[in-house]
Structures are given as C-alpha cells and as structure tokens.
C-alpha cells in the first residue's frame, strides 16, 4: 500500500505489508487454533501480545510496534525483512489474481509442485538457487513458494522441466479416455 508523506512522495506503509503477510500465513495453516496457539507461545517466548491486541491488528484496528512484529516474523522462522516482502509479493499478486480465489485445488498443486521440485534438486544434484535462476526469480520469492505462501504457474513448472532437459506433461492436450467396454447380460426369457 502506498501513502504519500508530507512532500508528497509516496511510501509503502510497512505495517499494512506485515499484516497482509500475517494474515495471508494466518490462513494457510490447516491448524485449528494456531492463532491462540501462535499467541500463547509468543507469550511464552517474551513478547507480550494478547489474543485481543493481536486480533485487531489482523482486522487493521489497532497497530503493533515494529519490536513486536519482529518478534511475530522470527517465530514464524522469516527475517522481519522477509515477511515484509512476502506481503509487498501478495499485494502485486492480489493485482493479477485475488488470493480469496486460490482454492484446494491450486494449494494442492502449489504443494505438488514443492515436492518436485525438492525431489529434482535430489536427483539432479541442483540447490534451491539453482532452481531459483531456472526460474528467473530471487531466491527469497522461490522459498515462499516452497513454503506454499505464494502459488507456482505451470509455466514456471514447465521452465524447470525445459531446463534440466525432461518432458513435461502436455496440459493443454487432455488425455482421451478409452470407451469403456460393457459387459452385456444374456436376457431372461419372458413370460
């Protein structure tokens, strides 16, 4: 989100990055309480936040200092400077496709496509950077897709696949199904 500030300039506002991030984490977890639990252990790790403080801040009512979004960003295992670019990738993201409108099935195929990747770096001797520069991307934007923070395209998939020199299935040609063969029943004689 852009501002402009008293020379007319304009500036991202940090905190509104940090909470589309948070939020956007928030939701991709399959936990039920991870926030009451999230809460509580950052409770337990000194950094004082109530579930309520934390709820409005989610909801934009309240801020939270940068200290405590730090702490936030470090328990979730991101530098605070990462977590801030997660939300600045989300937000050009939202631009091309609304994130509400990732649903099951691209997440499962986000999660699909982590595990190839990973199981091509083993195979092929590659590292994660090395995947990275396939790609085209920063290192820091091809972690959040491993960690199915941000979806893969299929055309990124395919560039990988071009790039270590393998085939890759062609999803514009749908594979023709056989006829099913029926078994016919021999007719009962009528009476």
């Not at 991870?34 to 309520?52: A, P, Q, Y």
């Not at 960003?73 to 605070?80: R, V």
């Not at 699909?112 to 083993?122: P, Q």
């Not at 092929?124 to 520069?133: C, H, K, P, T, V």
């Amino acid at each position: 989100m852009k501002n402009k500030n008293e020379n007319g300039k304009s500036f991202e506002d940090i905190s509104e990055l940090f909470r589309i991030a948070l939020k956007h984490y928030i939701s991709m977890q399959t936990e039920n309480k991870f926030k009451s639990n999230m809460v509580k252990t950052l409770n337990d790790e000194g950094i004082k936040i109530s579930f309520s403080n934390f709820s409005n801040f989610l909801n934009k009512k309240t801020s939270l200092s940068e200290k405590k979004r730090s702490g936030i960003a470090m328990h979730l295992g991101f530098k605070y400077e990462e977590f801030i670019l997660l939300g600045r990738r989300l937000l050009e993201l939202k631009k091309t496709m609304p994130l509400e409108k990732i649903g099951a099935e691209a997440l499962y195929l986000n999660r699909s496509t982590s595990e190839i990747f990973k199981e091509l770096e083993k195979r092929y001797n590659l590292s994660g950077r090395d995947i990275s520069s396939f790609l085209d991307m920063d290192f820091i934007d091809y972690q959040f897709r491993l960690k199915n923070l941000i979806p893969f395209n299929f055309d990124e998939i395919a560039a990988v696949f071009e790039k270590i020199g393998k085939n890759y299935p062609e999803f514009n040609n749908p594979i023709k199904r056989l006829p099913i063969k029926r078994k016919t029943s021999p007719r009962s004689p009528t009476k």
